[in-house]
């Protein structure tokens, strides 16, 4: 398979544009009726009756249209809710939200999975705290502030396709203070398993790859991330290792060579030990930081493609590619592709990104993937904004991945509506194809015809406001 090509030919993912939607009454009506048929397929993995039952309400609390989706709002907001009952189930529970997650992701792959245009998006995601009363939390950097800042921080797996996209794993971080003597008694007390280490965001994000490839349920051959992950040579050489292809942005500093340098083992001197560790021969060049790369290219390496339709029009930038050699230890690494993009207007502000794919591999791949943050964006924000993810009160290590699996099973479950009704669901703006990103955006954008937008609202607003009874009076 020419997984380049492929991805080139295949249809892309809808852009961050939010579907427009027109659903009547009975539309809205019917969805309650299909969250207990979607919870169906998770029940038997709930060990006990009233787990299965608190899961589904606490999948409704998820759903209502109430301001906060903390356990005892939803509790009392929904007909049977017991705020002490849905504490116990999300806190302490002993179920299994590993074999849940499983299952979720088998789901996920059957709306959602395709083994041409799927990508796994790896994405941090914090959750500011106050006090010190909360498993993992530390004063550290804090994206959703975007500040240094009391908070939890965590690592989550996004998988998309042509057909949509959705969360499929998270793993919480644990910063390394957390297992030193003093934080002793706070790991117990919050339920840290005892055979826990500390491993950096990084090695957390490698773990979740390697997890979603050797069960091979969800169908993808490529990976992306920021730079924050991009950063990690070790990351990116695991992913490559795994058979995989990744498109990662990387800092401006980041080094390569254009042309790979020649390197051996000194030899051995008349006294001391003789050297075992490679090193450049001498004369050989350094490697040059990408950001003086772009600066040194001349105007003819750069080309205007568009990446995506968004929802103020074509996004396009300029793109140049350079095949290089990474650096590892100082020392030669890997070939890689070069691309760098690069914004108009003033600002031209540069983003880089490193690239294990193959040298036949066609340049719109490239500048389709170097779009790809937006599903993973959209996710979450659509999990905080919709269904709480950032609204939970636990404290535990139990809860927290309760809290979590729960919310990746409600964000899929509106994903799986949204698809269902996609004859009421507006068409959503499509990237352009191969021949289309060459043409002049100018001359694109003025033949592109204007779209009847039915309704403005976002799905996931519209999709969530499900009639369960309520045992809430109105004001």
């Known amino acids: 398979m020419d997984l380049g090509r492929d991805l080139l030919s295949a249809n892309p993912p809808p852009s961050g544009m939010p579907p427009a939607v027109n659903l009547t009454p009975r539309d809205v009506e019917a969805m309650a009726g299909e969250l207990g048929a ?20 606490y999948l409704q609390g998820q759903m209502l249209d109430i301001e906060r989706k903390s356990v005892e709002p939803m509790a009392l907001a929904l007909e049977g809710g017991d705020v002490q009952a849905m504490q116990q189930f999300i806190s302490i529970g002993k179920w299994d939200d590993e074999a849940i997650l499983k299952a979720h992701q088998q789901l ?34 804090c994206g959703a ?28 971080y644990v910063p390394e203070r957390w297992f030193a003597e003093p934080y002793r008694e706070r790991r117990e007390r919050y339920g840290l398993p005892s055979h826990l280490t500390f491993r950096t965001e990084p090695e957390l994000a490698g773990e979740m790859i390697e997890t979603l490839h050797e069960r091979g349920v969800l169908p993808f051959q490529w990976v992306t991330f920021d730079e924050h992950f991009g950063n990690n040579p070790a990351l990116l050489d695991k ?36 050297p075992t560790r490679e090193r450049l021969r001498p004369g050989e060049p350094l490697p040059v930081q990408v950001d003086r790369l772009a600066d040194e290219l001349p105007s003819t390496e750069w080309a205007r493609f568009m990446i ?18 990474a650096v590892r230890d100082d020392l030669p690494g890997p070939e890689v592709w070069v691309v760098l993009r690069r914004s108009l207007g003033e600002t031209r502000e540069l983003k880089a990104y490193l690239s294990n794919t193959p040298t036949d591999t066609p340049q719109q791949v490239l500048v389709r993937l170097s779009g790809m943050r937006w599903p993973v964006e959209s996710a979450i924000q659509e999990s905080k904004g919709e269904l709480g993810m950032d609204h939970y009160e636990v404290r535990t290590w139990p809860g927290w991945h309760h809290h979590m699996t729960m919310t990746l099973l409600a964000h899929h479950f509106l994903v799986r509506l949204r698809i269902r009704l996609g004859g009421k669901i507006g068409r959503a703006h499509r990237t352009t194809s191969p021949r289309a990103a060459q043409r002049d955006p100018t001359q694109e954008a003025t033949r592109r015809p204007k779209r009847h937008r039915i309704c403005p609202s976002h799905p996931a607003a519209q999709l969530r406001r499900l009639p369960f009874p309520s045992q809430a009076r109105p004001a």
Request: glycine share 8%; charged share 25%.
């Open 239 to 274: 992913v490559a290792d795994m058979g995989l292809r990744y498109l990662a942005e990387v800092p401006h500093d980041t080094r390569v060579w254009l042309k790979r340098p020649r390197s051996e083992v000194p030899p051995a001197k008349r006294k001391g030990r003789p």
């Open 308 to 325: 995506k339709e968004g929802a103020k029009g074509p996004m396009v930038a300029e793109f140049a590619f350079l095949r290089a050699v």
């Open 145 to 172: 502030l975007g500040k240094v800042a009391n908070c939890q921080a965590s690592v989550l797996a996004c998988y998309a396709s042509e057909r949509g996209y959705t969360l499929v794993d998270r793993r919480l």
């Open 108 to 141: 996920v792959a059957e709306t959602l999975g395709d083994w041409d245009t799927g990508v796994l998006i790896i994405d941090g995601c914090d959750f500011p705290k106050q006090g010190t009363h909360s498993v993992g939390v530390a004063r550290q950097w």
């Open 38 to 57: 979607y919870h169906a397929d998770f029940a038997p993995l709930f060990w006990r009756a009233e787990q299965r039952h608190w899961s589904l309400k």
